[in-house]
């Protein structure tokens, strides 16, 4: 009999350890300005940094003039605290900075520059390793090319993986896959050789999501992805995972409900009609379990608790497969705020859960 199956700890600690064979550029924002002077910083380029960072730059002189191209400035990224350099004189010409971004001035009217004038750059991290980890389906892994492509990642120790999703991925039916692992790093650590590493799966292709279920022990994973005649002319993805499954020992009855719900805003204007708006539908799954033991009760709750952990990103939504030969059906979602728990005869539980899709909002 299939079980239904809970993916909830992702073992990849983070998008620092996570690479990608290429991704499209992330954008640089508008120079948000601290200054007295009147001269505009324009910012420019396409990040290529992995992750969102802001960049600070800062006239540190007027000594030589006032004016562009007298005054000198000072650059840092935000995160990492220390001036990069100093003493780089302003131009009305492009000025790279670092990871693909650049600045050029303008004069304005009256004095130019003040010491001290500073200006704020947000640069969205390129379309790669951040976007899949962030989980949100609504952005993702946007590669520039669609052949010999992969996803890696170092999960920092030896771990037993038991499933690997690709989520909202655009492959087409004529891709072939290979799910490669290795306890040798390479230089980097992602690019180790197949000599030194093993092929583990090679996924069948479901969508939306590809899911493969296996039951390996590596630190070091590679998803490897070719599929030269996809019609987009590059691969994309909107989240990846690595790690662990919860099986219930019992799985939920079999007249369970199914449905979808559509997501909308309404509002009752004068007159007492009814305007609004509406979203992507959602489908739900609404699941009675029967006589549970006390470590799958336990199991659900720690699910519960996973999803709830509170922190930075809020909600940590999960992927469930509602039957384990058909992982086609697998669907990322949140339960309930609440698990609905009765005592059964023998010491054990019966449990009502509701799960509900986390939509993609462009759909």
Not at 22 to 34: I, K, N, Q, R
């Amino acid at each position: 009999m299939s079980t239904c199956r809970f993916m909830f700890t992702n073992f990849i600690p983070g998008p620092q350890a996570i690479g990608v064979s290429s991704a499209l550029p992330g954008m640089v924002g508008s120079a948000a300005a601290e200054a007295l002077g009147s001269a505009a910083c324009l910012a420019a380029g396409e990040h290529t940094g992995s992750l969102d960072q802001v960049l600070v730059v800062e006239i540190d002189s007027v000594e030589g003039g006032d004016e562009v191209g007298l005054a000198t400035f000072r650059w840092k990224r935000e995160s990492a605290g220390v001036w990069e350099a100093s003493g780089v004189t302003t131009s009305v010409s492009q000025t790279l900075l670092a990871d693909g971004v650049s600045v050029k001035w303008v004069p304005g009217p009256g004095q130019d520059f003040y010491k001290g004038d500073r200006w704020s750059i947000l640069a969205t991290g390129c379309q790669g390793p951040q976007a899949l980890m962030d989980r949100d389906r609504d952005t993702g892994w946007r590669g520039q090319d669609c052949a010999g492509q992969w996803i890696g990642a170092d999960l920092g120790q030896t771990r037993r993986v038991k499933a690997m999703v690709l989520a909202d991925h655009n492959l087409s039916e004529a891709a072939t896959l290979g799910l490669w692992a290795s306890d040798t790093p390479g230089s980097p650590a992602l690019s180790f050789a197949h000599e030194d590493g093993e092929l583990v799966a090679a996924p069948a292709i479901t969508r939306p999501h590809l899911v493969c279920f296996l039951d390996e022990t590596f630190r070091y994973w590679r998803l490897e992805l070719d599929d030269p005649a996809n019609p987009q002319g590059m691969l994309s993805a909107s989240l990846f995972y690595l790690g662990d499954y919860f099986e219930p020992q019992r799985t939920f009855r079999s007249g369970y409900a199914q449905g979808s719900v559509a997501l909308r805003n309404l509002a009752t204007g004068s007159g007492g009609k009814i305007a609004g708006s509406s979203g992507a539908v959602a489908a739900y799954y609404q699941l009675e379990f029967a006589r549970l033991a006390q470590a799958d009760t336990a199991g659900l709750e720690e699910m519960l608790r996973a999803v709830h952990a509170g922190g930075e990103g809020g909600l940590r939504p999960l992927f469930f497969t509602p039957f384990s030969d058909d992982p086609g059906r697998t669907l990322y979602c949140l339960p309930g705020a609440e698990l609905a728990k009765q005592q059964a005869p023998g010491g054990r539980w019966d449990l009502g859960l509701r799960l509900e899709e986390v939509v993609k909002s462009d759909v």
